[in-house]
């Protein structure tokens, strides 16, 4: 794998084997490399594939605003709950968790406007979601 772009010290956007892009996350994965060197690969730890055509650099620049081990515990979390975790899902639990920890850091309570209406209209994820809190 080539590196096309360093986000971060922990996450780059690489090539693959068959030229497609590719995110790649794990402690100093992009740490002192520049982009067309190859990538550590004993530093790669998950690898995310843009999924319906969209941005490997939009999708890249939301992991790298997203510490490792938030990344690690979505990607964990769905699993221990029986989910595949896609390259979408793991992102989106990513985020909420991420956003979730910076909430209780401000020691900031707040309820979401559509929590009954989630549980209503989603009841297999929501369960999913208190199995995972």
Do not use: C
């Amino acid at each position: 794998m080539k590196i096309l772009r360093v986000l971060n010290n922990n996450v780059v956007l690489a090539t693959d084997a068959s030229g497609g892009e590719v995110i790649l996350t794990g402690w100093g994965v992009g740490f002192q490399t520049k982009p067309g060197r190859s990538v550590d690969q004993s530093k790669i730890q998950r690898v995310f594939r843009p999924e319906d055509n969209r941005s490997s650099d939009h999708l890249g620049e939301q992991l790298a605003a997203i510490p490792p081990d938030i990344i690690a515990a979505a990607d964990d979390a769905l699993r221990q709950v029986g989910r595949t975790p896609g390259t979408a899902t793991v992102v989106a639990l990513s985020d909420h968790l991420h956003q979730a920890s910076l909430r209780v850091h401000k020691v900031v309570e707040e309820h979401h406007p559509l929590a009954t209406e989630v549980q209503y209209l989603y009841p297999e994820e929501f369960k999913d979601a208190q199995r995972i809190l």
